[in-house]
């Protein structure tokens, strides 16, 4: 059973678009991330929401807006992209404890490609 | 910020140990991490070491762990082409984990 889920796993569209990515777990935990790997394959964080509250909002250009209808599901929506938005995007889940334990689950990733 | 070190490529022998070092800068994480991603893949949970250990086994790999130099390694014996990815280091911050630049091992047959 796939534990965190994205869709699409490829994404490939025009300068300006708006697109969505989804994000499920079916782990039960009660926070939900969004990564993304540049190029370079440096990740960095721009998400964090905790039973369905943001938590985390790193410097990201506010064309990108998360949405959580539950604590199962993050979806990463992006207005108006831009060549530099191209890189490979991750969902992951954790269960909150408050004692620093909480292992991050990540999805397979989600390759945008802006043309 | 917290700041996760490694070196970026490391290239090993078919059969030889690899070692893999991150330095971090957070002294109250807790857990330190070990990631893998192999091309083209997503990001899979290697092993985890709680703040208070100074090794970790768990068959082929080998954490330790010097709190006092804040330096983290991950040991792989016998290293096998399958074991070709990039590895990543990361330390948990309050909410969050923070993410090393990762080190790609290439494994020569």
């Known amino acids: 059973d796939t534990a965190v889920s994205q869709t699409p796993k490829y994404l490939v569209t025009q300068m300006g678009n708006d697109k969505s990515i989804k994000c499920e777990q079916n782990?039960?935990?009660?926070?939900m991330y969004w990564y993304k790997q540049d190029s370079k394959k440096f990740l960095k964080i721009m998400f964090s929401?905790?039973?369905?509250?943001?938590?985390i909002n790193e410097t990201v250009p506010n064309r990108f807006s998360p949405k959580s209808p539950d604590k199962a599901h993050l979806n990463l929506h992006i207005n108006s992209l831009e060549l530099g938005d191209s890189a490979v995007y991750f969902c992951?889940?954790?269960?909150?404890?408050?004692?620093?334990?909480?292992?991050?689950?990540f999805g397979p990733g989600t390759r945008l490609l802006v043309l | 910020g917290e700041d996760v070190e490694q070196s970026l490529f490391l290239s090993v022998r078919e059969g030889d140990s690899s070692v893999i070092n991150c330095t971090y800068t957070?002294?109250?994480?807790?857990?330190l991490y070990w990631y893998k991603q192999e091309p083209g893949a997503g990001l899979q949970l290697l092993t985890y070491?709680?703040?208070?250990?100074d090794m970790k086994q768990d068959q082929r790999l080998t954490v330790l762990l010097n709190k006092k130099d804040k330096h983290l390694s991950l040991r792989i014996a016998d290293t096998q082409t399958g074991d070709s990815a990039i590895y990543f280091c990361?330390?948990?911050?309050?909410?969050?984990?923070?993410f090393g630049t990762g080190t790609r091992l290439t494994v020569i047959p």
């Open positions: 782990l039960g935990h009660d926070t």
């Open positions: 992951a889940s954790s269960q909150h404890s408050g004692r620093g334990e909480e292992t991050q689950y």
């Open positions: 070491i709680f703040s208070n250990m």
């Open positions: 929401y905790n039973n369905k509250e943001l938590i």
């Open positions: 990361a330390e948990s911050g309050a909410n969050n984990l923070f």
């Open positions: 957070d002294s109250s994480s807790t857990y």
